[in-house]
């Protein structure tokens, strides 16, 4: 099937970024969120950002005003059944997802492909209680969307090859990267890269090195862009702990076992760029470890 429309579910950072992408790319897009401030900083978000692709010569302005014309929003969530594509983007907690897929359900076209952007949720699990789980699969996308190259495609146990390659298509419209995983917890990225950070935050709390030494022995030993706990911190820590659980759970191995100092951090609200600390304080001029 030939898809042309999108609907996205969630208006937050990796939703407006899905819908930037999508809209460049020539889908008409329906952007759905349970708060107006949300849908109108998203499109705000979505403005600046293209418009700085503009300033760099990237895009054309009439790209650009095309480009926003795609998109249109709705606080109704039932506004998104009859679009081809349905990305859902919201918060990583499976009962909520589970109630969003559940309200879609009654007002979905027949031909509808359903998508979540989970980052570690079972999609075989999300897909079971739907109406189709032959047209269900993990569209993962990476943050920021607008510049990470690669999307992993997760099918589950019941996802149809039809369902793939259409998935497939929009993703080389978009001009990036599929990498293909199998259903397991936290797929591929996150399988890697969460444990890793885990490793960091343990490293600290174990007194091994500070915030700052464990950042730059990365970044400089390892030629890590980011150093793991200022990546922790851009990712948001209670992320972090979430798919930490997944794995912890889904794989029933201690070697994914959360370390306490980042059960601490969550505990104390302390979830990183998004709230103004986390393992940096960001309220200053330049960031300064919390450790």
Known sequence: MEIKSIGIVGAGQMGNG?????????????LNDISEDSLKSAIARIDKNIERQVSKGALSALEKDAAMARIKTTLQLTDLGSSDLVIEAATEREDIKHKIFAALLPHLSDHTILTSNTSSISITRLAAATDRPERFMGFHFMNPVPVMQLVELIRGIATDQPTYDACLKVVERLDKTAA?????????????????INEAVYTLYEGVGSVQSIDMSLKLGANHPMGPL?????????????????LHDGLADTKYRPCPLLTKYVEAGWLGRKVGRGFYDYRGDVPVPTR
Request: net charge negative; glycine share 4%; proline share 4%.
């Open 18 to 30: 899905i819908a930037h992408v999508m809209a460049l790319a020539g889908y008409d897009v329906l």
């Open 180 to 196: 293909s995983a199998e259903d397991f917890p936290a797929f591929i990225v996150n399988r890697i890269l969460m444990p890793m």
């Open 230 to 246: 200022e990546l922790a911190d851009f990712i948001g820590l209670d992320t972090c702990l979430a798919i930490m659980n997944v």
